[in-house]
């Protein structure tokens, strides 16, 4: 019963590195998020999904791309990776947003030096 | 955006004292949710609010939507040493879900 599985758990970037990080799920889940955490800010939504071959921005999507080909997965893009972009990132799932319990992973901890 | 102001930012209580946290929000929200996070762990869901006004439990744990759908609170009774973490408010908006920035909890020997 795997859930929500995010890798790496730990990465470290030089600055302008590109990377993606990877979020699957095994529960046939609709809605996928990308969450960063940091310091004082709590969770703040980068990009979501509403199902396969639909992705729409949250509220920092800059400098992160997203895509979701099939409904297990929702890979999140660095193209050019900035200090700025230093932080923890949660992959969410759920069957739908309204009134549906939302799992998150594990977090990957990403350092850019 | 859309914010949700959580209060207060980190508490620090005696094992077996009662807790209160609030979440405040301008925007009318349809869902509030009530998660906690542990160290190095993602957030854990404790409790769904689906209706203005509605009072739900989950063992210690007790919140209450607001009957303004702009805010909720979360009271934990008799605070046990596993009781710390960060605890955040989150609402339905849309397609959104959004978080608060978390109540911190320490519980002192």
């Known amino acids: 019963n795997a859930g929500v599985t995010q890798t790496p758990k730990f990465q470290v970037l030089k600055t302008g590195q590109s990377m993606t990080l990877q979020c699957a799920q095994d529960?046939?889940?609709?809605?996928m998020s990308w969450y960063r955490q940091d310091p004082g800010m709590g969770l703040r939504l980068i990009h979501y999904?509403?199902?396969?071959?639909?992705?729409d921005q949250g509220e920092v999507p800059n400098g992160y791309n997203v895509s979701r080909s099939t409904t297990e997965d929702f890979p999140l893009r660095l193209l050019s990776a900035a200090p700025s972009q230093t932080s923890v990132y949660f992959c969410?799932?759920?069957?739908?947003?309204?009134?549906?319990?939302?799992?998150f992973g594990a977090g990957t901890r990403l350092s850019v030096l | 955006g859309q914010q949700l102001n959580q209060s207060p930012q980190s508490m620090f209580i005696q094992e077996g004292e009662d807790v209160s946290m609030n979440c405040t929000s301008s925007s009318i929200f349809n869902t509030w949710l009530w998660y906690k996070q542990d160290p190095g762990e993602g957030p854990v869901l404790l409790i769904a609010l689906y209706k203005a006004g509605e009072l739900t439990s989950n063992g210690r744990l007790t919140a209450q939507f607001g009957i303004t759908r702009k805010d909720s609170f979360l009271n934990i009774s008799a605070s046990i040493p596993s009781d710390v973490g960060i605890y955040f408010c989150?609402?339905?908006?849309?397609?959104?879900?959004?978080f608060g920035k978390g109540t911190r909890l320490h519980i002192l020997p």
């Open positions: 999904s509403v199902g396969a071959g639909i992705t």
């Open positions: 969410a799932s759920s069957y739908g947003t309204e009134k549906n319990i939302q799992y």
């Open positions: 989150a609402g339905h908006q849309a397609d959104k879900i959004i």
């Open positions: 529960m046939n889940h609709e809605y």
